[in-house]
C-alpha cells in the first residue's frame, strides 16, 4: 500500500469540499541561493520599449528557438489554464476552440472533447497527433498564412516565450479573430531562478517576462479583462482578454482596429 497515497487522496477529498485542491504536478522550486534570485525591489515593474516587447533594458533575449517535444506531456504543467478555458468557454457559450502550441493534444481534448477543435503546433508534432488522433484536426503552425481558421476561443497556454517573434503570434490571433484569447507564460519573477536580465534558465526559453512586461505587451493588441497568477507552485500568470477591434476601443494602435 502507498500510504503517502491514500493520505493525500484523503486529505483531498476532504479539502474538495471547499474547493481547494492539492497541487499534483511539477513545482518551480527557485534556486538554492536567495542572493540575487529575485528582481531588485525598484525593478520588480519596471517596462521596456517596443523594440524588446516591454521587457526592461537590459534584458538578454536568446534569439535561436530550440524544438521542445511535448507530445508525450498529460497535464502536469498549466492544466489550470485549460480548466479556466473550460470556464470561460461554459460562461460565455464558446462553442469552437483553437489551441496553439497543443503539444501531445491532451488537455485540449481532456477539456474539449466535445467542442470543434483545431491543435496547431510544429510538423514535428503534427506528424505524431495526425496518427494518434485522426479524426481530430491538426494544423501545422504559419503565422504567415495568409489564410487562418476560425474560432470562438484561442488558447496559447506557455508558448510566447518559445518564439523569434512573438508580435507574429499576436497578430495571428488577431486575424483569426476569436471572442476571447487565453494566453498563459511564466513570470519571470516567481521563477526565483536569479534570470531577471536574462536569459532564461530553460535553454527552450527565448525570453521570459514580469506581469507589468506582459501585460504592457499584450495591451497593444489586445483588451485584457483579467490577468492573474494560475499557478503560484508553476510560475504562471494567465490572461483573458478580447481583441481589439471586436466593440473595444483602440486607444492604443488604431490600425489594429
Given at each position: 500500500m502507498n500510504v503517502a497515497a491514500t493520505v493525500k487522496a484523503a486529505g483531498q477529498q476532504v479539502l474538495g469540499k471547499f474547493g481547494i485542491y492539492l497541487a499534483e504536478g511539477p513545482i518551480a522550486g527557485g534556486r538554492k541561493f536567495v542572493l540575487g534570485s529575485f528582481a531588485p525591489y525598484g525593478k520588480l515593474n519596471a517596462v521596456g520599449g517596443r523594440s524588446t516587447y516591454f521587457i526592461h533594458d537590459g534584458y538578454e533575449h536568446r534569439s535561436e528557438p530550440q524544438y521542445f517535444d511535448a507530445t508525450d506531456s498529460t497535464d502536469d504543467w498549466q492544466a489550470e489554464v485549460y480548466r479556466f478555458a473550460r470556464e470561460i468557454a461554459d460562461q460565455f457559450n464558446l462553442k469552437s476552440v483553437i489551441d496553439i502550441g497543443c503539444g501531445s493534444g491532451f488537455k485540449l481534448l481532456k477539456y474539449f472533447r466535445n467542442d470543434a477543435t483545431i491543435g496547431i503546433d510544429v510538423p514535428e508534432t503534427c506528424a505524431v497527433l495526425r496518427k494518434r488522433h485522426p479524426n481530430r484536426q491538426w494544423e501545422i503552425s504559419d503565422f504567415s498564412s495568409a489564410?487562418?481558421?476560425?474560432?470562438?476561443?484561442?488558447?496559447?497556454?506557455?508558448?510566447?516565450?518559445?518564439?523569434?517573434?512573438?508580435?507574429?503570434?499576436?497578430?495571428?490571433?488577431?486575424?483569426?479573430?476569436?471572442?476571447?484569447?487565453i494566453l498563459s507564460t511564466p513570470d519571470r519573477n516567481l521563477l526565483r531562478v536569479g534570470t531577471h536580465n536574462g536569459p532564461p534558465l530553460n535553454p527552450t526559453h527565448l525570453r521570459e517576462w514580469s506581469m507589468a512586461e506582459l501585460h504592457a505587451y499584450l495591451s497593444e493588441f489586445m483588451k485584457i479583462d483579467e490577468h492573474f497568477i494560475s499557478s503560484a507552485a508553476q510560475a504562471t500568470q494567465c490572461v483573458l482578454a478580447r481583441p481589439r477591434g471586436q466593440g473595444i476601443s483602440c486607444d492604443l494602435d488604431e490600425n489594429l482596429c
Open positions: 489564410t487562418t481558421p476560425k474560432a470562438d476561443l484561442v488558447i496559447a497556454s506557455d508558448v510566447i516565450e518559445h518564439l523569434p517573434d512573438p508580435d507574429a503570434l499576436l497578430h495571428y490571433i488577431l486575424r483569426i479573430a476569436p471572442r476571447y484569447v
